[in-house]
Each structure stands twice: as structure tokens, then as C-alpha cells.
């Protein structure tokens, strides 16, 4: 089955700096790809997602890349700002099935 | 729309004691998931209903029952809660085959004592 790794567990940045959080994937069959952002005590939402026919997305200061070959997408996020600070889950859906497969997420700290 | 709806939001077992969690949608999906977060685990796949009446195995689906009540409900059962079972547990729907956004539920937390 469906297995999908995120790098790193923590990330701490400069508000204004640029995060970038990777995640890859093991089903070559996988063709969609969202992330998801989870604040203190909330549920997880959508922030963005990219499907297997496009390489980059974009939506104001977030961004995601795919890599279909490497099995590799990530998320870019640019001007950081405090309200950034959660916890970010990326995820991969496949055709065979219906699974969605969350990787462990990561905590992103944005520093004053 | 209230979305995604899970009860209790709360809830404390004694270890063997039997709960069900439910969760209900009013969009109209037709997939409907369970999942688990634990500290440093991310959220992890318990069962997952693709359609009315169809059920299957996530990552970690033993100690757990879930029925498909109907199109909108999707129930899960702790037959003997364990302290294991402690947990932060998530509903969540989307619409088969769209590749859409999945709503998630507030979540219900589980502690066994």
C-alpha cells in the first residue's frame, strides 16, 4: 500500500523567511496530492493540492511542486508570517483505491 | 451546512468498556474515512468507506468496527478500549473519484483509563 514520508518533524524560520517541507511517495499509481494545515486544537484544512498532470501550483504565498519520476512533491511557503504556525500534512490519493494517506506532518514554527 | 459532524467530543473509557463514535456529512460524499492522531504520528488511516454499503482496512484498523449506517453516517466501534486507543480520532468526507478537498470533523478525544 501507500506509503508517504514528510521531512522534517520541526521547522523553525525567520517570519519573512521561506519554508519548505518535503514529502515523498511509494504508489506510482498515486495522482492527487493536497495539503493540509492543522492549528492548536483544530481540524485539519485544505490549503492547496496539485494533481499528477501538473508539475507546480501556486495560490498567493503557498506553493506546491510534484515530481511525478522522483515520487516527490512539496510545499514552498514565502513571507512567512506568525499566523503561518501550525502543523502542515501532506497526503497522496490514488486511482486503485480510495485510501488518503496523511505523512506524519510537520510543526512549523514561524520566529519573531 | 453543518459539513462534517462527530459526537462525543469528548469522552473517557475504563479499559474493556465498548463505545461507538459517531460522524455524519451533509454534502452528499459518497467516501467517508476514520483516522487516529497521535503525538508525532501524523493522522493515520483506521477504515475508509468508498461508497454506501463498502468498507475497508486502513493503516490501523485492529480493535476497531465501523459500520456504513447509510450515505451520510459512518459509525466507528471500540469493542474493548485499551490505553493504546488513546487517541485524537477524525471523521472525515470527500467525493469519490473528484479529487477534491476532504472535510474533517472536530474530532473527537479518547482517553483510556
Known amino acids: 500500500g501507500e506509503n508517504v514520508e514528510q521531512h522534517p518533524s520541526t521547522l523553525s524560520v525567520q517570519e519573512g523567511d521561506s519554508a519548505v517541507i518535503k514529502c515523498t511517495y511509494s504508489d506510482s499509481a498515486s495522482n492527487y496530492f493536497p495539503w493540509y494545515k492543522q492549528e492548536l486544537g483544530k481540524r485539519p484544512q485544505l490549503i492547496i493540492d496539485?494533481?499528477?498532470?501538473?508539475g507546480e501550483k501556486k495560490d498567493q504565498r503557498i506553493a506546491v511542486t510534484l515530481n511525478k519520476t522522483a515520487k516527490h512533491f512539496s510545499l514552498h511557503i514565502t513571507e512567512t508570517q506568525p499566523e503561518d504556525s501550525a502543523v502542515y500534512f501532506c497526503a497522496a490519493l490514488g486511482e486503485r483505491d480510495d485510501k488518503i494517506i496523511f505523512g506524519k506532518g510537520t510543526r512549523l514554527h514561524i520566529l519573531p | 451546512n453543518a459539513g462534517v459532524t462527530q459526537t462525543p467530543k469528548f469522552q473517557v473509557l475504563k479499559t474493556g468498556q465498548s463505545m461507538t463514535l459517531q460522524c455524519a456529512q451533509d454534502m452528499n460524499h459518497n467516501s467517508m474515512y476514520w483516522y487516529r492522531q497521535d503525538p508525532g504520528m501524523g493522522l493515520r488511516l483506521i477504515y475508509y468507506s468508498a461508497s454506501e454499503g463498502t468498507t475497508d482496512k486502513g493503516e490501523v484498523p485492529n480493535g476497531y468496527n465501523v459500520s456504513r449506517l447509510n450515505k451520510r453516517e459512518f459509525s466507528l466501534r471500540l469493542e474493548s478500549a485499551a490505553p493504546s486507543q488513546t487517541s485524537v480520532y477524525f471523521c472525515?468526507?470527500?467525493?469519490?473519484?473528484?479529487?477534491?478537498?476532504?472535510?474533517f470533523g472536530q474530532g473527537t478525544r479518547l482517553t483510556v483509563v
Open positions: 472525515a468526507s470527500t467525493q469519490h473519484g473528484s479529487y477534491t478537498e476532504a472535510f
Open positions: 496539485i494533481r499528477s498532470n501538473v
